[in-house]
C-alpha cells in the first residue's frame, strides 16, 4: 500500500514540478529587468563626424541617467551628412575637437519601455568655435538578446554657437535665424538619434 501511495505521489508531483520550471523560463528574462549600466555608441552623430562613447546608469525603474565624451574628427573624417551649404570653406576647414554630452532619461516602464529625454550636448572645435544643444526628445528602447540594446530617439529644441575665432563657424555665417549678444548664433534643431549598446 506504501508503494502505491508513493508511486501516485511521483506521478503527480513530477509534472507539476516540469510546469514550475516553465513558468520560471517562461518569466525569466535572462537579468534584464535587473540590469543597470548600458555602454553605448551613437551611429548618427558618427555620421556628423563625432565618435562618441555613452555610458547609461539606471538609478530606478522609471529613471536612468547617460552621458558621454566624443571626439570631433573634421581633421581626417569629413561629416557623410552635410547641409546643403557644405561647399561653404567656413564649414570645410573645421579642425577636430571634442564633445561633451548628458541626458536624464525618464522611462515609462523599465528601461525597455518609451522614455522621455533632455539632450544636453556641447561641442568645441580647438579654437574656431563651440556650440552649446539643448532638446527634448522622445524615444524607445528595446533589447536584443541579453546583452544588446538599441535606442531611438527623435527631438525639437535649439542650438547656441559661438565663434572663438571670428571666422569660423559650424553652419553657414549666412543663414542663421538670429544672431544674440556677444556673437552668439541662435537656431532651431530636430535631431535624431540612434543609438546601440552593451547591457551589463
Known amino acids: 500500500m506504501k508503494k502505491i501511495i508513493l508511486y501516485l505521489l511521483l506521478f503527480y508531483c513530477i509534472p507539476a514540478f516540469s510546469q514550475m520550471n516553465n513558468i520560471e523560463q517562461y518569466l525569466d ?36 541617467l547617460q552621458g558621454g565624451v566624443g571626439l570631433l574628427t573634421q581633421n581626417f573624417f569629413h561629416p557623410v551628412i552635410k547641409p546643403i551649404f ?12 571634442y564633445s561633451l554630452y548628458v541626458q536624464p532619461l525618464f522611462y515609462g516602464n523599465g528601461f525597455e519601455s518609451l522614455h522621455i529625454g533632455i539632450p544636453l550636448r556641447y561641442r568645441r572645435h580647438g579654437d574656431q568655435v563651440e556650440s552649446y544643444e539643448f532638446n527634448i526628445a522622445l524615444g524607445y528602447q528595446w533589447f536584443k538578446g541579453r546583452h544588446l540594446s ?45 543609438k546601440a549598446g552593451y547591457v551589463f
Open 150 to 194: 538599441y535606442d531611438l530617439e527623435i527631438g525639437a529644441g535649439f542650438n547656441l554657437e559661438y565663434s572663438l575665432d571670428g571666422v569660423s563657424y559650424i553652419y553657414n555665417s549666412n543663414i542663421i535665424d538670429k544672431s544674440l549678444a556677444n556673437d552668439f548664433r541662435q537656431r532651431l534643431v530636430f535631431p535624431v538619434s540612434f
Open 86 to 97: 557644405a561647399t561653404d570653406p567656413l564649414y570645410n576647414e573645421l579642425k577636430g575637437g
Open 29 to 64: 528574462d535572462g537579468g534584464r529587468t535587473a540590469t543597470k549600466n548600458i555602454i553605448k555608441t551613437d551611429f548618427t552623430q558618427m555620421l556628423l563626424a563625432n565618435i562618441p562613447v555613452i555610458f547609461e546608469h539606471r538609478f530606478n525603474n522609471n529613471l536612468s
